[in-house]
């Protein structure tokens, strides 16, 4: 979560990135400077029906796409080896 602050001047409001649990300065492994990510969407982001949907709509105007075969390959593996 983010951090809140006001400032009073133009009655502006500013966020600034959130606190997160304490960690070492840079990383044990690489030695690179640890960076705040977030937030994270940690569940799944494919709707198996709007897949299914998609990939029918597809086949039924096959000729209508150009790149037909790539469309049908990504909502094939979307299905499959996704769910």
């Avoid at 304490?22 to 569940?43: D, H, L, R, T």
Wanted: aromatic share 16%; glycine share 8%; proline share 7%.
């Amino acid at each position: 979560m983010g951090s809140l602050i006001f400032i009073f001047q133009n009655n502006s409001v500013k966020y600034l990135p959130g606190h997160g649990p304490v960690v070492p300065q840079e990383c044990n492994y690489c030695g690179k400077k640890f960076n705040m990510g977030g937030p994270i969407w940690s569940a799944p982001i494919q709707d198996q029906e709007w897949v299914t949907s998609i990939l029918a709509d597809v086949k039924s105007m096959k000729e209508r796409y150009p790149a037909y075969d790539r469309i049908s390959e990504v909502c094939f593996c979307t299905i499959f080896f996704l769910f």
